[in-house]
C-alpha cells in the first residue's frame, strides 16, 4: 500500500539554529513528492515539491528539502529557524503520472520554534 | 483575488440533522476536492471533481454527497450527521494544466464542523 509517514508528531528547535522534520514514503514507481504548511486556523498552504531533477529543492520561506530516492525520504530543512516558523507541515506524495486525487498525506507534524 | 472560500467556518449540528458546505474558487480551476482532518490522521480524501458535472468518491465518502453544478462552486452534503462526522473539513481546488499535473493543491481556511 502506499503511504507517507511522518514520524516525529512534534520537533521542538531553538531560533537561530537548524531545524528538519523528516518524511518518508512508500509508492509504486516515481513519486512527485511535496510539503504543505498549516498556521493554526487556516488552510494548508504549498511550500516547496520535487518532480525531477535535481534533488534539493527549495520553496518559499527559506525553507528546502532534499530528494533521496535510496532512503525514500524527502526532510524539509531550514538553516536557521525563526519563530513565526512554528506550525504545523504536512507531507504529501503522488505516485507519477496517476491523477491528482491519489495524493497522499502524512499525518503532520508539529513545529515549534522558542526563542 | 479571494482563492478558495468556504461556507460557513464554524457550525454545529445535532446528530440526524442535515446541512450543507459550499466551496468556491474564482481560479477557474477544473478540480476540486474536499478533505477531513482529524487529529494524528493528516488529511483524507472525502470526494472530488474533475469538471463541472463530474463527481467521484474518495478514500471515505460514507455519510456524504457532493454536487458540482458550476465549475467554481462545490458543494460537499451531510443528509444525515453523525458524531464520526465531527471534523474539520477543507476544500481544494488545482490546475490540470499544472497543479492536477503534479499534484499542487489551493485550499481554503477550513470548516469546523461539531456534531452532538
Known amino acids: 500500500a502506499q503511504s507517507v509517514a511522518q514520524p516525529e508528531d512534534q520537533v521542538n528547535v531553538a531560533e537561530g539554529n537548524p531545524l528538519t522534520v523528516k518524511c518518508t514514503y512508500s509508492?509504486?514507481?516515481?513519486?512527485?513528492l511535496f510539503w504543505y504548511v498549516q498556521y493554526p486556523n487556516r488552510g494548508l498552504q504549498f511550500l516547496l515539491k520535487y518532480i525531477t531533477g535535481d534533488n534539493l529543492v527549495k520553496g518559499s520561506y527559506g525553507f528546502e528539502a532534499e530528494f533521496n530516492k535510496s532512503q525514500t525520504s524527502f526532510h524539509l530543512k531550514k538553516p536557521s529557524a525563526l519563530v513565526s516558523d512554528s506550525a504545523l507541515y504536512f507531507c504529501a506524495v503522488r505516485p507519477a503520472y496517476s491523477s491528482a486525487s491519489k495524493i497522499i498525506f502524512g499525518s503532520g507534524t508539529r513545529l515549534s520554534i522558542r526563542p | 483575488n479571494a482563492g478558495v472560500t468556504q461556507t460557513p467556518k464554524f457550525r454545529v449540528l445535532k446528530t440526524g440533522q442535515s446541512m450543507t458546505l459550499l466551496c468556491a474558487q474564482d481560479m477557474n480551476h477544473e478540480y476540486m476536492y474536499w478533505y477531513r482532518q482529524d487529529p494524528g490522521m493528516g488529511l483524507r480524501l472525502i470526494h472530488y471533481?474533475?469538471?463541472?458535472?463530474?463527481?467521484a468518491k474518495g478514500e471515505v465518502p460514507d455519510g456524504y454527497n457532493v454536487s458540482r453544478l458550476k465549475k467554481q462552486n462545490f458543494l460537499l452534503g451531510l443528509e444525515s450527521a453523525a458524531p464520526s462526522q465531527t471534523s474539520v473539513y477543507f476544500c481544494?481546488?488545482?490546475?490540470?494544466?499544472?497543479?492536477?499535473?503534479?499534484?499542487?493543491?489551493?485550499f481554503g481556511e477550513g470548516s469546523r464542523l461539531t456534531v452532538l
Open positions: 471533481s474533475v469538471g463541472e458535472g463530474t463527481t
Open positions: 481544494a481546488s488545482s490546475d490540470p494544466g499544472q497543479g492536477a499535473r503534479t499534484g499542487e493543491l489551493f
Open positions: 509508492v509504486s514507481g516515481n513519486p512527485y
